[in-house]
Every structure is written in C-alpha cells, then in structure tokens.
C-alpha cells in the first residue's frame, strides 16, 4: 500500500481533513445540495447462491456477533466525516441475518459517532427467510423506511436453480407480510434471463409481483461471473447463457408487464410506482455523490476520490486490530474517469444526460462529438432527445453499457 | 577425397537432431570446443558467426577413425522442413549420406518417412540411429522393427545412443565412416561446385556454401554462375569449423565457404553451379530451379503505426532471403504494407512467423494469390495477382492460371480418402506407384490456387499425419477465374476481395460472410454482409443490431471495477478499423483469413 492511500492517512486523523476532502467544482453535478449515502455492509449469508459473486460468507451466530463489534470500531474511526447522511443503508450479503439487537446497536452507533440527519432514509435488505412476523415489527420499529426483499423468482424451480432458501409459497408470505407492516417503501428483487427462463414463466413471476403490491422492484439480469460456481459450470458448457436477443424480449417484457401495472423505469433494473420510491440511496451512486461505506469490500466516494475496504473479513479486520481504517485501496478519479462514469450512469438511467451540464462539468459536447452516432441511436429509437436531455429509451437502456462504450468523449 | 564424408542428419522434429549434432561437434573437437565455449562468453561477435557456422549450414569435423587415419566429416544441415524441400534438396545434393534418427520412445513419424524418401531420391546412403536410449520408456526392439518394416532399412545397422548423456557417439562416428561413402568427383576436371546456401555477412557482405564436385576451387579464382552468367572473383575460400577457416583451395569432394565480394544476396541463385571462367564445365548440376514467387499475399501492421517497423524488418529479411520480393501496398481498410511474392506457402509462413517472431510484429495477411495471365479484349496481355487490379470482367477475354505437377506419398490404406480429396481440388490424377511395402506415390495435376488454402492440412488430416506432398509448376492453363468482392453495409472492403476459379468463388464467399458474422461485433443497425461478383449477390449473412448488454449491478458504490470494464472496451473499440460507418475489429480480418486456410 503506498502512504497516499487513506489508510494510511487514517493513521494520523487530523479532524476534520481526511474525509472531507472538497469535491472538486468542476466536477459537482447539478442538482448536488442533497446529503451524502452511508452503506453498511454485512457479510454473511445463510447459504451461498451459486452466482453470488459479492463479498459473502456462511457466518454462523458467534462470527456475526465479533463483526458487529468490528464494525462498531469501524464506524468510531469516521467521527471526522462531515457530509451529513440523509440515507443509511445496510447491505449485504443479508443483513437480515442479524438479530433486532444487533441492528439497533449498530444503528445507534451510526447516529451517535456520525452525522446522520434525522430525517434519514434507512435501507434494509432482507432475504424472505428471515421475514417473520417479530422480527418485521423490529425493523418498523428500528424506523425502517425502506425494505428490500430478496425474492429473486416466484418460480420453485427457479428458486432451486438459483440455490435459493425459500419457495414461492414462502416468499408470497414473505412479501405480505412486509406490504403489510406498512413500510414507507416496499422492494422487491427479482432475477430475470436464466438460462431457460420462458417468457411465460417470468410473466408469471411479475404478474405475482404486481398483484402483491410493492412500491418498488429491482430486475436485475442473472450476471455469470467467473469464479461463482455458475461460472465454473458455463466453463464446463454445462451452463450456457440466453441468447442475446431472448435476453432483449425478456427484457422489453418486463417493462411492459411493470409499466402496465403502474411501475415505471427509472434506471437499467429498478421500477418504482412513484418517484418518491425511487432508491435515494442507490441514486447517489449514479449522481456521484459522496457516500461512506463500511464493512468488507465497501466502496466509498467523497466526489473526488474512491477507497475501498479489504474484501476478506480477515484482513478488514486486522486493519481494525491495529486501530486503522480497512481501507484496501482508493483512486483520485481524473476528469476524464469522472466523465466516462457520468456518462456511464447516464445511459443507465432514464433521465440520461443533461448535456450542457456535462459540458460544463467535463467540456464535452456528447451530442456534437459523436454526431453520427447519436443521429443512427435517436432513429433507430436507443435514445431521445428532450430539450437539453439525451435520454435512454427502453431499447436503449437495454444496451446502456455499449451505448457508454460508444459514446466518444 | 577417401578421408572425406559429406553427410547431413535427418529427422523427425523433436527426435534428437540438434542435440546430436552438437554431440558430433563436440566429440571432435574436444579442445577446440572448450576454447571456443569459454571465448563465447565475453565475445559477442563470434557468437554471432557460430550463428552463421552452425545453425543453419555446415561444420566441417576432424575425426580420427579406429583404423588410425584422420577423416574430415561435413556435416550439413538440412532445413527441419520437408515440405520445403526444394531446399531440403539442395542441401541432400551436397551429400552422400545420412544418419536417419529415430527417437527410441516414439518410433518411426511421417517426417522420417518422407525424408528418407527424398534422401533415397538423391541416392543418398543411410545409416540408422536410434537415439534417447536413457528413457525409461525407450523401446529399441521396436524401433529397429519399425527401422525394418517402415523404413527399409537394415535394423542391424542402427546405432542406439543417447545423445544427451553423451553414449553411443563414437559407434556414430565410427559409422559415419565404415557405412557412409567418400564423395566421388574428378579433381582434374573442370570446376563445378554447388551453392547450396549464402549467407549475408555485415563485414564481408555475401558468403557462399558450396560442395565442390569436380576440380578444385582456390582463391584468386575467377569464377562464373553458371546459370546467371556473372562473374565474380574469389577473394578467400575456406573451411566452416567453428568459426570460419581460411584455406588455400577447395578440392572436389569438399564443402566449404567462398567470399567473392557479392554484395547482395539477390545476386546469387542458390542452386546454381560455380565454374571457372577460363576453363568452365561443359553444363552445369542438374536439379537447379531459379527461386521464382509464385504466391502473393499483402502484409499490413495490425496497427498502422507499425508500418515503419515493418517496413525495416522487410528489408532485414530480404538481405538473407533472396526468394523474398515485396514493395509497397495500400488498403483503404488497413493502411499501408507490402505486397509481397513467396516461393511457396512455406515460405510465406516462415515470413510471417518471423516478422512475428523476431520483429515482435502484428500482422494481418490478405488472402494468398497466384499470378493469373488475363489476355485482354484489346489485345494486350497482363499478369495479375493482386485482386485490386484485376480488370472489370467486360474488358477481359481470356484468364489462364498456373498448374502444377504434385507429387503425394502416402500409406496406401489412405489413398480412398486422398483421391477424393484430389478430386475436390480439381486435380487430375495421373498415376499412382507402390514406392515401397505398402506406401504409394500418387502423382496430379491440379492448380496452384487449390493448393493455396486448405489442400496441405486437409491431406495431413485425411493420412494421418503421414502423407507428404511435393510439387513443381508445370504450365498456365485456361480457367474461369472471377474477383470476389466482400461488403460490409454496403461498402467494399478492398482487404478481402479475393479472385477464385468460379465454381469455388461462392463457398468461399460463404465462408467469409459467416466468419465475418462471427467477429463484427453488433452495432446499432443492422449490417448485411455480402459477397459480389461485380452486381451480382453470391452469399450474404446478417449481422443484427445490438439488443441487449448483461448489465451487472452496481452494488455498494464499486464503480470503479464497471468503470475499468468499460475503460477496456473503448480500448478495444480503438483498435477497429472503419469501413464505411462500420467498425471491424481487426481480429475479424485475422481470422477471416487464416481460418480460411485452416478450415
Ligand atoms: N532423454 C533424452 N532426451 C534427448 C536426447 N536427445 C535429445 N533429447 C531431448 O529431446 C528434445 C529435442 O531435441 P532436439 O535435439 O532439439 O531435437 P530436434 O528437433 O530433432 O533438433 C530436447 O528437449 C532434447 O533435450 C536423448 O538422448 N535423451
Ligand atoms: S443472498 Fe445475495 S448476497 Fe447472499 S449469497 Fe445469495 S446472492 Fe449472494
């Protein structure tokens, strides 16, 4: 690690300076004003899903009590940071793994060692194992405001094939059981593009979803990663992923069946009923705002600079043993990065690109620059123009990475 | 000349040949091998000529035989490959004999097969040697069985040695000569030695390796090529012993080295005959053949930034490669590059791979041509091999295209599979001969074209490895040859325009359009791919806009892994090439082309 990093920055915590680091001005987006993310990562599952490639591990009760005393020593090491949080969001892994006791002293944590605002968003991930009628009443009562419920498929062969816990039956009741507590908003994960998902069983799937009533659903498309166990079985050809163009149909028919049902896209995989549901904290993310994040493998933005925690619990905790952040590395992003990632989150949200504030923040004329390009996407249908917004439609945000890829800068 | 035995070793890659060789050289020159060692250390420069001694020519050897008496022993290397053996056969024209090795653990291969049948061709002596006894796993009962079965030769005559631990090498020396004879040859007759290879030498520009067959070669000589005419003086004649040795002349019966002052190597015709000029012989060596290309292909720099690299790389190979002509070639898709003529396919891989190799050069090769005669409407006739300037095919009346005689062995349970082979590339057979037990000689006439692309793997595939194919031009004949354009949305792509005899134009065409499929990425409309004869559509295939990317989640703020994945896509994104509004990767050409050939 070289002495640059905020690890070893954090060795010698001058109030005050090491997190809050001025974002640079030319970089703030317009609209900046809101307060920053802080994210809580908790690393333990009760299984491992074969195409998790997310830093996870099976923690049995007395592991996940010695890192939730880690992560108390972690947050204590933040006092300095000053950029108040408006949104609070745990993570994981399955956060709902932890006790009612051990999430509230961890938020209690938060609240008293960091500048967390009051009328904060809390976040919770949850899978439906872990949905009982006492321990929903808990998160209400740790204030809560939005659940997120790992259903991922209302399919029981599906479940299987994902190496899932719960059946669709459970996670019906799941689901129900959540709606009714009455959260602010209620979220929803699902999984589309398994290698022989038909059209008629992820149909299926999102009309169970849409009758049941949520606020807000994550899609996401099933992503093999090398080194998941899914990754293995592909290498071996015994996992063969759809074809792109099912991959396309199935896509275009989940915004269907969601628009039609009242959900409305806002970026590549997430649909809320109204914008009031929209994930604030993820959108921080894509507006490059700062954000915090603590625990194993979290990443962390302060608008100018990124650092990231060591992802093996081991060595995130020995950095705490010698009473240092857990930082395992961190980048100073250049314009240029910023501007590729701008870009990139533009194409992924259906508000895109406002172009004369990417001018002004990265003096870049994406239209004029790639004129030709845009010309065939706005015909074609990938993207519209609206006033000074280039925006992705449906077929475009279905493309948003090549589109990024194209885009000169 | 009875003390003297010019022999060369022949093998089967991997069995042994090098380090035999070096084991040889060794066992003869103890002393002078380990002066010579220690001086290579500090001396670059001797280095660099043990390079040109011994790696690729001859070594000339003392070697006290049993009886007493002091041999000389030429050894003469032989290019690995037999597929060139036009140059396998001048080296085995300097001979009389050779040592066959078989690796003990392998046995008799393909190559060891149809190297001996050229060394047989020439008459040469053979003497078997079974070598990598120390292995556990080697079997040399087998093997001697096998010496016996496959190869014709007597088992009791072989020799087991282990040439990395050093056994068994005097009984090879020893054999070399009691079993290999002295070379024949009048010293009182007028001069004839063979170039059989030349080198070019930074401080004393060409060096010729001749076998002096009749007469004697000294210097002060004035000395004529018999083919070519010129005329040159001989400044110093000598011995390859490690270094070069300067001897006062080269007796009938010896091989050795000659610097007459040549300046470049397109002067010399390997092959030709040396004779003098005052009292020259009556005709020259039979066998000698000009090095003529007959394949063309366009090398371009994968990027176009490496032109220069590769234009001074060209020139280094040509100053050892006489065979190698080029000049400067345009593509609008790819730039600029050489269009070059090589003697053979071979030739054109040797190229390539050492433009690869040793200038740590990417390349892309247009598909290979040979040199059609079109006769014009007007009258005039013109010699094309490059599909840019083939005529519109209004203004052409006649095309003939050149043919070969091929010459294939192959063991006779295969031959089924090689006719119909033949057949599928328009060859006529004209006879087939047992050479011996169960081994045949199938003797065509096909065109060079057809032998272009996938003929010699497909043989190599349909026998097993053990066929063996050799070839000579024979004549132009007529044919119906067309220029196959290749469009990508519309726009031709000059880089893969291709001429082709007619019947095979459309599965080629086809083969490109599918290839092509394959390697354009999406892009965001639709691009047909179509291969043309002028107007006409002869194949096409589709490639459909992108539709869907796996966009992975964005999970707990690490943006920076998607950045960096979308940092290497616009990377590669650079590398394309833009034809039209299309971008190609040039891994697309890459492939197109060399599949082609490995089909
Ligand atoms: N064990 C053993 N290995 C050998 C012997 N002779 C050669 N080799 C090995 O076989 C490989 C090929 O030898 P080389 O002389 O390069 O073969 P060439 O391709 O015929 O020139 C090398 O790894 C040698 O070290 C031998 O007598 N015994
Ligand atoms: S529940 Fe989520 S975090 Fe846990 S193993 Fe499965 S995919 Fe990974």
Redesign the interface.
Known sequence: MTARSPAAASRRPTAGRSARVAPERASLPSGAGEGAGL?V?VPFCSAICPYCD?AVSVGAAPRREAFVRDLLREIALWREWREPFDTVYL?GGTPSILGAGQLGRLLDAVRSHLPVRDDARIFLEANPEDVAHEAVSAWRRLGVHTLSLGVQSFDDRELRFLGRRHDAAHAQGAVRECVAAGFDTMSLDLIF?LPDQSADTLRASLDTAVALGPDHVSC??L?V?EGTAFGRRRARGRLV?MP??E??AR?ALIHQVLARGGWRAYE??NFARAPRHRSRHNMK??RHLP?L?LGP?????DGAR?W?NHRGIEAYRAALDRDERPVAGS?RLTRE?LA??AL?FGM?TTEGIDLRDFRRRFGVDIAARNR??VG??LE?G?LERAGDRLKPST?GL?????L???LEL | MDHVRNFCIIAHIDHGKSTLADRLIQACGAVEARQFRDQVLDDMDIERERGITIKSNSVSLDYRARDGELHQLNLIDTPGHVDFSHEVRRSLMACEGALVVVDATQGVEAQTVANLYLALEHDLELLPVINKIDLPAADVERVREEIDQDLGLDPFDAIPVSAKQGLGIDEVLEGIVTHLPPPRGERKAPLKALVFDARYDAYRGVVLYVRVVDGRLASGDRVRFMHTGREYEVHEVGLNRLRREESRGLDAGAVGYVITGIKTIRDVSIGDTLTHAREPAEAPLPGYKPARPVVFSSIYPMSSREYGDLSVAMEKLALNDAALVYQKDSSAALGFGFRCGFLGLLHLDVVQERLRREFDLSLILSAPSVLYRVQLRDGERVDIDNPAYWPEPGAIDSVEEPYIRASILLPEKHLGAAMELCREHRAATLGTGYLARGRLEVSAEMPLAEVLFDFYDKLKTVTRGYGSFDYEPLDYRPAEVVKVDILVHHEKVDALAFLAHREKARARALHYCGQLEQSIP?Q??KIPIQGAIGAEIIARSTI?????????????????R??K???R??KG?ARMKLVG?VEIPQEAFVSVLRTERGR
């Open positions: 994210y990562h997310f993570g593009g996401y498309q992503t990663h992923e792109e163009d991959q396309a896509y590549v995989s993310y894509w954000y994040g493998s979290a990443h962390s933005f990124r990231w980048e990065e590729l990632e990139m992924r030709r390009f065939d996407c074609s990938l077929a279905a493309v948003a990475d090549t990024a890829a194209r | 999406r965001q409309f459909n806009p992108f539709r869907k990317d796996v966009t992975a989640k964005c999970y707990g703020g690490d943006v920076t998607k950045r994945l979308l940092e896509q616009k994104k509004s």
